[in-house]
C-alpha cells in the first residue's frame, strides 16, 4: 500500500504568495525553498531566482505542497481535479469557505445535500477547486 497522498500544485511565480494565503487559512506550518538557495542557482535566469523550488505546508494530516516551475507546456488550468476538505464541524466548514473563497468563486454556497452531508465548492483566487464537506450529524447550532 502507498503512503498518503499529498496534494502537489504548480504556481508559476505566485507560489510563496499562494501558499502564504493557504496558511492564513488552514493553519499550520511553512517551509519552502528558493532558486537563489540551491547549488544551481547561477544557472538559471536571474529573474527566477525569487522562484519558490518546492514549498510544504504541514496542517496536521494534510500536506499541501508547491512550486513556481512549471514543465514544459506550460501550466493547464482546468476543473478536472478538486482538494476535498472533510471538516470536523460545521462551523469549522463555513470558516474555512469563507477563507479560502476569499478573493475566488464560491461556486456552490454550502447546504445539506440528499444523503443528509453539508457540501460547498469554490475556487480559490490561484484558480483551485475545493470540495469542503462535513457530517450532517456535526452541525452546530
Same mark, same amino acid.
Given at each position: 500500500?502507498?503512503?498518503?497522498?499529498?496534494?502537489?500544485?504548480?504556481?508559476?511565480?505566485?507560489?510563496?504568495?499562494?501558499?502564504?494565503?493557504?496558511?492564513?487559512?488552514?493553519?499550520?506550518?511553512?517551509?519552502?525553498?528558493t532558486i537563489e538557495d540551491i547549488p544551481e542557482a547561477?544557472?538559471?535566469?536571474?529573474? +527566477?531566482?525569487?522562484? #519558490?523550488?518546492?514549498? $510544504?505546508? &504541514?496542517? /496536521?494530516?494534510?500536506? !499541501?505542497?508547491?512550486?513556481?516551475?512549471?514543465?514544459?507546456?506550460g501550466r493547464i488550468t482546468g476543473n478536472h481535479v478538486?482538494?476535498?476538505?472533510?471538516?470536523?464541524?460545521?462551523?469549522?466548514?463555513?470558516?474555512?469557505?469563507?477563507?479560502?473563497?476569499?478573493?475566488?468563486?464560491?461556486?456552490?454556497?454550502?447546504?445539506?445535500?440528499? +444523503?443528509?452531508?453539508? #457540501?460547498?465548492?469554490? $475556487?480559490? &483566487?490561484? /484558480?483551485?477547486?475545493? !470540495?469542503?464537506?462535513?457530517?450532517?450529524?456535526?452541525?452546530?447550532?
Amino acid at each position: 500500500m502507498p503512503g498518503p497522498l499529498h496534494v502537489y500544485l504548480m504556481f508559476g511565480g505566485e507560489c510563496r504568495e499562494a501558499m502564504t494565503f493557504y496558511q492564513s487559512c488552514l493553519g499550520g506550518e511553512l517551509n519552502w525553498q528558493t532558486i537563489e538557495d540551491i547549488p544551481e542557482a547561477y544557472l538559471m535566469p536571474p529573474v +527566477w531566482r525569487s522562484y #519558490v523550488v518546492q514549498a $510544504t505546508l &504541514r496542517c /496536521g494530516p494534510l500536506v !499541501l505542497m508547491g512550486t513556481d516551475l512549471i514543465p514544459e507546456g506550460g501550466r493547464i488550468t482546468g476543473n478536472h481535479v478538486s482538494m476535498l476538505l472533510r471538516c470536523a464541524t460545521e462551523k469549522e466548514m463555513r470558516q474555512l469557505y469563507r477563507k479560502l473563497s476569499r478573493g475566488g468563486l464560491q461556486d456552490h454556497p454550502i447546504k445539506c445535500n440528499h +444523503w443528509g452531508e453539508w #457540501v460547498g465548492d469554490l $475556487t480559490d &483566487r490561484y /484558480g483551485n477547486r475545493w !470540495l469542503l464537506h462535513c457530517a450532517a450529524s456535526n452541525r452546530e447550532s
